[in-house]
C-alpha cells in the first residue's frame, strides 16, 4: 500500500542551527512533492513544491531535495529562527492533482 | 485580498444531526478540496471537485456529502451517518494544473457533544 512517513518525533534545534527533516515514500510514483507549515490550530500554508526531474529547488533560507531512486525529500531549513517552530507537513501529488499528506514533523526552535 | 473563507470556526454538533460547514473561495480556483485532520495523524481527502457540478469521493468519503453549485462554493455536510465525526476540517483550493500549492481556510473545529 502507499505510504508517506515523516519522523513523528519532534525536532529540537538551537537556533541559528539548519533543520533538517525527511520524508520518504513508498509505492508512489509522484509527478511532484510539496512541503507545507502548519502552525497549531491553524490551516497549512504552502511553501515549496519540486518535480520529479527537478533535483533540487531554493526558497530564501529554504531548500528541498527529491530523490525519486530513494524515494525521499529533504527539507532543510538554514539559520533556523524560533519563529520556524512549527508542524511541517510533506505532501505527494497522485492522480488528478490530488494530494496525500505525511503527518508531519513538529519542528521546535530553541534560543 | 484573495483567499478561503471556512465557516464556522468551531461547531457543536448533537448526536443525530447533520451540519453543514463552509468554504468560499475567491480565487477563481478550479479545483476545491475537503480534508479531515485528527491528532496525530495526517490529512485525509474526503470530498474533491475539479470542477462545478462535478465532484469525486475520497478516501473517507462515508458519512459526508458535498455539492458544487458554484465555483466559488464547496460545503461539506457531516452526516448523522458518520459515526466519529470531531475532527478538524479543513478547506483547500488550487488550479487544475498543479503548477502551485493548495491554498488552504483557517479550518472548522467540529465536536459532537
Known amino acids: 500500500s502507499q505510504k508517506i512517513e515523516q519522523n513523528s518525533e519532534a525536532l529540537n534545534i538551537q537556533e541559528g542551527k539548519t533543520a533538517t527533516l525527511t520524508c520518504n515514500y513508498t509505492?508512489?510514483?509522484?509527478?511532484?512533492l510539496q512541503w507545507y507549515r502548519q502552525d497549531p490550530g491553524r490551516g497549512p500554508v504552502f511553501l515549496l513544491l519540486?518535480?520529479?526531474?527537478?533535483k533540487e529547488k531554493r526558497k530564501e533560507r529554504l531548500k528541498v531535495t527529491f530523490d525519486t531512486t530513494l524515494k525521499q525529500s529533504l527539507f532543510h531549513i538554514t539559520a533556523s529562527q524560533p519563529a520556524d517552530s512549527a508542524t511541517y507537513l510533506c505532501?505527494?501529488?497522485?492522480?488528478?492533482?490530488?494530494?496525500?499528506f505525511g503527518t508531519g514533523t513538529q519542528l521546535k526552535v530553541e534560543l | 485580498d484573495g483567499g478561503i473563507t471556512q465557516s464556522p470556526k468551531y461547531l457543536f454538533r448533537k448526536e443525530g444531526q447533520n451540519v453543514t460547514l463552509s468554504c468560499e473561495q475567491n480565487?477563481?480556483?478550479?479545483?476545491m478540496y475537503w480534508y479531515r485532520q485528527d491528532p496525530g495523524q495526517g490529512l485525509r481527502l474526503i470530498y474533491y471537485?475539479?470542477?462545478?457540478?462535478?465532484?469525486q469521493k475520497g478516501d473517507i468519503a462515508e458519512g459526508y456529502s458535498v455539492s458544487r453549485e458554484k465555483k466559488e462554493s464547496f460545503p461539506l455536510t457531516v452526516t448523522s451517518a458518520q459515526k466519529n465525526p470531531t475532527a478538524f476540517y479543513l478547506c483547500?483550493?488550487?488550479?487544475?494544473?498543479?503548477?502551485?500549492?493548495?491554498?488552504f481556510g483557517s479550518g472548522t473545529r467540529l465536536t459532537v457533544v
Open positions: 505532501a505527494l501529488a497522485g492522480g488528478g492533482n490530488k494530494l496525500t
Open positions: 509505492n508512489y510514483s509522484p509527478a511532484y
Open positions: 519540486i518535480r520529479e526531474n527537478e
Open positions: 480565487l477563481n480556483h478550479d479545483a
Open positions: 471537485s475539479q470542477i462545478v457540478n462535478d465532484f
Open positions: 483547500a483550493s488550487n488550479n487544475r494544473d498543479g503548477h502551485y500549492g493548495y491554498t
